[in-house]
């Protein structure tokens, strides 16, 4: 074997020593995120902050200065800040739930399949369906 064989095979088993270690490195690391969600962390927010933490100060100062200038623009178009009004704001968003009157008459108005016909929710009065041209026929 040459001196440049060898030299070829040292610098050759040097890298796959070192893909060796990253590999059980990789294996360790998957390990500890495991153990992490086990144990009730959010393993995206977390991922996150250590990204956040590797990337250093000038990156954090920027990220706080983006998230400043996302709530000016939240406020301006009238989208929450905080997570309480948001909440809120779902909440209400799911009790008006589709299908109340006045969505029914839009949706089935123009349909002439349906003229003639009424849909009733509970112990509300009947809606009548169908032409708009029929409805208004009719309640003259």
């Given amino acids: 074997m040459t001196a440049a064989h060898a030299e070829i095979r040292r610098r050759a088993e040097r890298r796959v020593d070192i ?10 690391l998957k390990t500890h995120i495991a153990e992490d969600k086990a144990d009730g962390f959010d393993g995206k927010a977390l991922g996150a902050c250590i990204r956040e933490l590797r990337r250093g100060v000038k990156y954090q100062t920027a990220q706080l ?11 301006a178009l009238g989208l929450p800040t905080d997570l309480e ?8 968003e799911a009790e008006d739930v589709p ?9 089935a108005g123009d ?10 929710f509970g ?3 009947p809606i009548p369906l169908g032409p708009k041209r029929a409805r208004s026929m009719a309640e003259a």
Wanted: net charge negative.
């Fill in 19 to 28: 893909l060796d270690q990253i590999a059980e490195l990789q294996e360790e």
């Fill in 65 to 75: 200065e983006l998230e400043l200038v996302r709530d000016t623009y939240r406020q």
């Fill in 85 to 92: 009004t948001a909440q809120r704001r779902a909440r209400a």
């Fill in 99 to 107: 299908g109340d009157d006045a969505d029914v008459q839009r949706m």
């Fill in 111 to 120: 349909d002439p399949a349906l003229a003639g016909t009424s849909i009733q």
């Fill in 123 to 125: 112990d509300g009065a």
